[in-house]
């Protein structure tokens, strides 16, 4: 029963650790744009609510015009859960590519040591990369 405990314990804080690194990530991501990452997470979390509420509506309407079409609960249940399923596999698919794609440049080379850093390679490099960033947006 302890080791049960203790692995439990230990996916908990990795787990942590993790969502931890994301939001580091994020942060930094944020800062090298400009940005403010507190009014960018409120306008993720109202975004995030308002298309869970357009989906469920979407969905009873659905399964209300397949219940009225067929009579039958259980069909228009399983059509919907499989169009759930299928939509969701394609996103995963599809976050899996966008994140392969993702290089992560800017941050990596925030996050290099100066010591990593070639003679040839000034400090202002952040600085430029900063400026870019912010000359695009």
Same mark, same amino acid.
């Given at each position: &029963?302890? %080791?049960?405990? @203790? ?9 942590? @650790? ?5 939001? !580091?990530?994020? %942060?930094?991501? !944020?800062? *090298? !744009?400009?940005?403010?990452? =507190? ?6 979390i109202a975004l995030l609510a308002?298309? &869970?509420?357009?989906? *469920? ?5 659905i399964g209300y015009v397949i219940?009225?079409? =067929? ?11 499989? *169009?759930?399923?299928?939509? !969701? ?6 976050? %899996?590519?966008? *994140?392969?794609q993702m290089s992560f440049a ?14 040839? @390679?000034?400090? @202002? ?13």
């Open positions: &029963m302890m %080791k049960f405990l @203790e692995h439990i314990k230990g996916l908990i804080s990795s787990k942590t @650790e993790y969502s931890r690194g994301v939001y !580091a990530l994020f %942060k930094l991501e !944020a800062k *090298l !744009a400009g940005l403010n990452l =507190f009014p960018f997470l409120v306008g993720l308002l298309t &869970m509420t357009i989906w *469920l509506v979407v969905m009873v309407l219940l009225n079409l =067929f009579k039958q609960p259980l069909t228009a249940i399983i059509t919907i859960l499989l *169009l759930n399923l299928g939509l !969701a596999l394609y996103f995963i698919r599809d976050m %899996k590519q966008r *994140l392969q800017r941050t990596r080379d925030c996050l290099r040591a100066p010591e990593e850093r070639s003679e040839s @390679e000034p400090e @202002e490099r952040s600085v430029e990369v900063h400026s870019q960033a912010r000359g695009k947006s």
